[in-house]
Nanobody, 115 residues
């Protein structure tokens, strides 16, 4: 059984940093993208950052230059380094693994940016 478990969320002041982690357990075949999404209250879930083939990364415009997605294949973990956070970054952040057959999601971790 595949499970994705996010951690590292919390409350942070504007301009601060957080590092989110996603621990993946179980066997996943045919992965073509690993990603972080977020969903703010009253808004649709949106793609924040993705990584394909282990090296090709893409970022949503609002987080470019501030967030970095990375993975550790040996630990089977995915990370999102969030720097210079802003109040608009407040959301529940979800880890996602997309295969050619299905999509796996974690339960989410809350990030609140507030002074």
């Amino acid at each position: 059984q595949v499970q994705l478990e996010e951690s590292g969320g919390g409350e942070v002041q504007p301009g601060g940093s957080l590092r989110l982690s996603c621990a993946v357990s179980g066997n996943i075949f045919g992965t073509y993208q690993r990603a972080w999404y977020r969903q703010a209250p009253g808004k649709q879930r949106e793609l924040v950052a993705s990584i394909r083939a282990g090296t090709t990364t893409t970022y949503a415009d609002p987080v470019k230059g501030r967030f970095t997605i990375s993975g550790d294949n040996a630990k089977n973990e995915l990370y999102l380094q969030m720097n210079n956070v802003k109040p608009d970054d407040t959301a529940v952040y979800y880890c996602n693994i997309q295969t050619y057959a299905t999509s796996y999601w974690g339960q989410g971790t809350q990030v609140t940016v507030s002074s």
